[in-house]
């Protein structure tokens, strides 16, 4: 029988008490979407709040910059790190660093940030990507889990960052430059499921979780899906209520089923 340990390193009280800490947080604005109380963001943010708001641009920045920046320093903090922990960071260092160029260069923005939910988020990134690169700097040296999964892991990584790119490009292309209103989204996986690029960020860090091998990592991508179903369920009911021609049978993440 395939045990835990055969897959993930074995975990402290501090990576086990991180990793539920982790994950409950995450997973506990999934479920806030659910019920109707959005972070205020994108679509789903109210334009006439009266928190500090900021521009998409700015706001954006501040999620991902900071956690992008970690990344970098993280190959200076730990020069000595194992290959398995070098792909780590790599890979959240990737991903943070294409989520800022994104917002630069592709990402073509209608609204506003309220920065109070942009801070949250930003130390959410920011502490998230600095516990797994400590954690599995932490965990070097510890017995390997028998079954390696960074080669799987590296693949889902490049899956999922390249299907999130190409449908963030799909986005971006519904509008002319400084248009700003929102039409149905065409093309990919949009005729299946209203967030393609949600499913394929999810797919990303599945790949890192595998990479890592770490309890924390695998909580951490858990809550992660959690949150982006809430996400989605709210983001789907919100095309259902802005166009009447909504096709039904577009899922909000996982196609045919959700
Ligand atoms: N790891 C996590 O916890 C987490 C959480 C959230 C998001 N993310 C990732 O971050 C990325 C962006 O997420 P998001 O929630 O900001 O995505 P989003 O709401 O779909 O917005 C992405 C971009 O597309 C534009 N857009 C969206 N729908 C449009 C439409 N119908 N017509 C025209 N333009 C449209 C948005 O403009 P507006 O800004 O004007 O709406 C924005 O510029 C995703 O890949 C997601 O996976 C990760």
Not at 46 to 54: F, G, L
Not at 147 to 153: C, M, N, R, T, W
Not at 211 to 240: C, D, H, N, P
Not at 245 to 253: I, M, S, T, Y
Request: aromatic share 16%.
């Amino acid at each position: 029988m395939v045990q835990p340990l055969d897959f993930l390193y074995p975990s402290s009280f501090f990576i086990t008490t991180m990793s539920l800490v982790g994950f409950l947080s995450i997973s506990f604005f999934g479920v806030l979407e659910i019920l109707g109380i959005h972070l205020q963001y994108s679509k789903l943010w109210n334009a006439n709040s009266r928190r500090i708001k900021v521009s998409s641009t700015a706001g954006m920045l501040l999620l991902y910059a900071p956690a992008c920046l970690f990344g970098f320093a993280s190959f200076w903090i730990f020069p000595e790190n194992n290959f398995r922990s070098l792909l780590v960071a790599s890979a959240l260092t990737i991903h943070f660093f294409k989520r800022v160029l994104e917002i630069l260069f592709v990402h073509k923005y209608s609204g506003g940030m309220v920065l109070d939910s942009g801070i949250l988020i930003s130390l959410s990134y920011t502490l998230s990507t600095a516990t797994m690169i400590y954690i599995q700097h932490l965990v070097q040296g510890s017995m390997e889990p028998s079954i390696d999964l960074k080669y799987p892991g590296i693949l889902l990584f490049l899956v999922g960052i390249y299907g999130n790119f190409y449908h963030h490009l799909l986005l971006s292309r519904l509008r002319r430059k400084d248009e700003k209103g929102y039409k149905i989204p065409r093309g990919g996986l949009f005729h299946l499921v209203i967030c393609p690029h949600y499913l394929f960020e999810i797919i990303g860090f599945i790949g890192v979780s595998f990479i890592s091998q770490t309890l924390y990592a695998s909580s951490f991508t858990l809550g992660t899906t959690v949150y982006l179903i809430g996400r989605s369920y709210a983001t789907r009911k919100w095309y259902l209520s802005k166009f009447e021609n909504f096709p039904r049978e577009v899922k909000a993440l996982v196609p045919y089923i959700f």
